[in-house]
């Protein structure tokens, strides 16, 4: 981490004549933490950086002085490396990250990537802190709102029903898309271009809800349920045989992937 990080903090605390006390306190830090940072003695955990951004209201490359438009190109760049090899070997994929996150330390766009490789439950603690962080700190919306949603499901996972109806409740309804509304009102290879993207999006949304589905009504309703494992091999199938490309472009659960070995 970059070792300027202590006087940033420092520089940005008196400008806004805050007390090292006061932002120990939002950290939920000592205040002696928050003096050996300043001091170049420590640095912040990684999963404090978008909470000490958000605190003072700058980004995390402005904390870092990054450039933003050359940060967010080298981030596409890791995360596009890391993606390729998530699916098949996620620790190599978590190493990309973490050795991204060396050189930009507390982005949100990496730390919302390295969610998607930190297997639980095994490290569900490590999930919630860092979902915590990035859905109280984070800029950008669709990394707040994934960061919630990954965590409702872990507290799910864990049996924690509790924390999975009051995170819910953090989350929007959403009934529109930017990709649904680029696909109606642009046009030509634009149009086109979010059509398919959306496309991906929906497709694995349907195939879930159609598992779920049958999943759930399974003893209650065994015949609707298989009705709803036909309709979700026969979609599948389709994609898969008149447009593989969406179909590999998706990012399916493991059951949609177990039924997949069906299509």
Excluded at 83 to 112: C, D, M, S
Excluded at 182 to 198: F, I, M, Y
Aim: aromatic fraction near 6%; charged fraction near 30%; charge should be negative.
């Amino acid at each position: 981490m970059n070792i300027q990080i202590g006087e940033k903090i420092r520089e940005l605390r008196k400008k806004q004549n805050i007390s090292q006390d006061v932002l120990a306190q939002y950290l939920n830090v000592s205040f002696q933490a928050v003096s050996k940072w300043e001091q170049g003695q420590t640095m912040p955990d990684i999963e404090l950086v978008p909470s000490i951004a958000a605190f003072f209201d700058v980004s995390t490359d402005e904390l870092f002085d990054y450039n933003r438009l050359e940060t967010e190109k080298k981030v596409e760049e890791i995360c596009e490396k890391a993606f390729r090899v998530r699916t098949e070997f996620p620790e190599k994929a978590e190493a990309i990250l973490r050795e991204g996150l060396k050189q930009f330390p507390g982005n949100e766009i990496l730390l919302n990537n390295l969610l998607y490789v930190i297997r639980t439950p095994e490290r569900s603690q490590e999930v919630i802190r860092l979902c915590t962080a990035l859905a109280q700190s984070a800029k950008q919306d669709d990394v707040r709102l994934d960061a919630l949603r990954i965590l409702a499901e872990t507290h799910h996972e864990a049996g924690h029903q509790e924390l999975v109806i009051s995170t819910l409740e953090k989350i929007p309804e959403i009934y529109f898309t930017r990709l649904e509304l680029k696909a109606r009102l642009l046009e030509g290879k634009d149009s086109v271009d979010a059509a398919r993207a959306q496309m991906v999006v929906s497709l694995e949304h349907l195939l879930s809800m159609l598992i779920l589905s049958e999943r759930r009504l399974r003893d209650e309703n065994p015949h609707q349920a298989e009705g709803y494992h036909c309709i979700a091999l026969e979609i599948a199938g389709a994609f898969k045989a008149h447009d593989p490309q969406i179909f590999d472009a998706c990012f399916f659960s493991n059951d949609v992937k177990t039924l997949l070995k069906e299509a």
